[in-house]
């Protein structure tokens, strides 16, 4: 019996080490990594730059609190901030944390225009994490349940449907802000619009709304560009981002523009273990691989392949339904539930997820070569032939 709370149903097997794209188990058997660990090791695991610079900041200093300046943070938030289009950032350890402190910034943008209740946009479908507030603005009803009283505050709008946010817009005054992930990643790849995107960037505009997006995901290069955002034509205020930022190192930043980045003072917030010099200095080597592998460009070409190859070697069989997502995060949707792939991928040496019950979906490591992105895409695309 495992001395450790339930919470997770975790497949039978346990990873000693990994290299690259690869993964191998206690028993030494080796898997190609279409999951990185959830969209976490963008560059693969043991990457030679970060291990050096967790190596040489671990020998210097580890920890020393936020009470004190830390260089490596300092560092980190003007590099983030510039790739990332913002001004200023804060560090946390986790995606949930990167948006609790958008939704405590969204809260005091309210209150400093006087309303009382302050109200913020989330979407159907939505995954923000998994604690209390995060929880709540989460749009599936699955991880809610049983943890009620939720938190209040949250106004739930349908996918992609503008209508609805201008009616909230007209009839719901308490309403300061808008969260949303560009591409829903847990809820099943699903990606917004550009021209809602857009719109309701104008509506923010028009009613001084903060408009937040959650790039725990998306962001640091998984769909080809820094920020999911930057092909889109606007500028959010606000950026939350976790994941592939410190390449297995536990670091979340929520990054803001404008008004929304001066919103936080002394006190407002904080974090014991946020951005310390450890942490830090690994995100700084990831956004060095990022920039210096020129590895945007190269997600979006594997992404092609890959998608390409699925879809033209699994596409006659009838079962794809619909191929969704950027880059290098993608979603196979089926016409039927398909958990058990997941069990028999992994008995043929291969990582990947299913989400929202039908949906494969891929989230291979950025730096995945053209051969090992067809052997993914190929034992993608044999498992579906086999279902
Ligand atoms: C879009 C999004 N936001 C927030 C989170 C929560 O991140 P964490 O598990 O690091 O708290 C996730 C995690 O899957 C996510 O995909």
Redesign the pocket.
């Known amino acids: 019996m495992s001395a450790l709370m339930p919470t997770y149903a975790r497949l039978p097997v346990t990873f000693s080490h990994g290299e690259g794209v690869y993964l191998f188990d206690t028993d030494g058997r080796r898997y190609l990594d279409g999951l990185s660990g ?2 976490v090791n963008g560059l693969g695991h043991a990457h030679p730059g970060v291990t050096a610079a967790i190596r040489a900041q671990a020998d210097k200093l580890v920890h020393a609190s936020n009470l004190y300046g830390i260089g490596p943070q300092e560092q980190l938030a003007e590099r983030l901030a510039g790739v990332a289009g913002m001004e200023k950032c804060f560090f946390g350890n ?6 609790e402190a958008a939704i405590k910034i969204a809260r005091l943008h309210g209150h400093n225009r006087g309303v009382e209740k302050p109200a913020i946009i989330v979407l159907e479908g ?6 209390l507030a ?1 929880l709540s603005a989460t749009g599936n009803r699955k991880i809610q349940a049983g943890f009620e009283p939720l938190v209040s505050g949250f106004v739930r709008a349908p996918v992609n449907d503008i209508e609805a946010i201008r009616h909230i817009a007209t009839n719901n005054p308490d309403v300061v802000a808008f969260l949303a ?1 560009p591409i ?3 809820g099943g790849v699903n990606e917004l619009d550009l021209d809602y995107l857009q719109a309701v960037r104008q509506i923010c505009d028009e009613q001084g709304w903060l408009m937040m997006l ?5 962001g640091n290069g998984r769909t080809g560009n820094w920020f999911a955002y930057q092909d889109m034509g606007f500028v959010p205020d606000v950026i ?1 981002t ?2 592939g930022l410190g390449n297995g190192v ?1 670091i ?1 930043a929520c990054m803001a523009r404008g008004e929304a980045a001066n919103i936080f003072g002394p006190g407002h917030h904080g974090s014991t273990y946020g951005g310390n010099p450890l942490v830090c200095a690994a995100a700084l080597a990831v956004l060095d691989a990022i920039e210096g592998e020129d590895l945007l460009s190269h997600v979006r070409r594997m992404g092609g392949l890959i998608r390409g190859i699925i879809e033209e070697q699994a596409g006659a069989t009838g079962r794809l339904v619909e191929t969704r997502g950027k880059g290098l995060m993608l979603g196979f949707q089926l016409d039927r539930d398909c958990p058990e792939l997941v069990q028999r991928a992994l008995d043929n040496g291969l990582l990947i997820n299913v989400t929202a019950g039908n949906t494969i979906r891929l989230l291979p490591p950025l730096v995945i070569n053209e051969t090992q992105a067809t052997e993914l895409a190929e034992g993608v695309a044999e498992l579906i032939r086999g279902l």
Do not use: L, W, Y
């Not at 986790?94 to 948006?99: D, F, L, V």
């Not at 959650?214 to 998306?218: A, G, K, L, M, N």
């Open positions: 959830i969209a986790s995606g949930a944390e990167a948006n939505a995954f923000h994490g998994r604690t995060t992930e829903q990643g847990e959650d790039e725990v995901q998306t939350t976790a994941k536990p979340g």
